[in-house]
């Protein structure tokens, strides 16, 4: 069972940057796409970007591209969001998400972690 561990998240002013965190505590993602996704108050939840963890292709929402980066540890099984010149309407809830390959859907998600960019 894939279980999702999210760090990374906290305050930081527009323009600074944070690097978010999910790890595996269960299987490898090695038969898995790896999504990051965020919600914000009074907004639907938003795709942000996601990554092939078998060979590493990436994905990135239009609002991110050139800001944000995802990446994986492959020794870690981990995935990472860098997230440089944070602007307020990034501030959200952002959740780590999980697709085996057989499937169409994100099947497993984190908790989630609060990113609040002030300004």
């Known amino acids: 069972q894939v279980q999702l561990v999210e760090s990374g998240g906290g305050l930081v002013q527009a323009g600074g940057s944070l690097r978010l965190s999910c790890a595996d505590s269960g299987r490898t993602f090695s038969s898995y796409d790896m999504g990051w996704f965020r919600q914000a108050p009074g907004k639907e939840r938003e795709f942000v970007a996601a990554?092939?963890?078998?060979?590493?292709?990436?994905y990135y929402a239009n609002s991110v591209k050139g800001r944000f980066t995802i990446s994986r540890d492959i020794a870690k099984n981990t995935v990472y969001l860098q997230m440089n010149s944070l602007k307020p309407e990034d501030t959200a809830v952002y959740y780590c998400?999980?697709?085996?390959?057989?499937?169409?859907?994100?099947?497993?998600w984190g908790q989630g972690t609060q990113v609040t960019v002030s300004s």
């Open positions: 998400a999980a697709r085996h390959l057989d499937y169409e859907d994100y099947d497993y």
């Open positions: 990554i092939r963890w078998s060979g590493g292709n990436t």
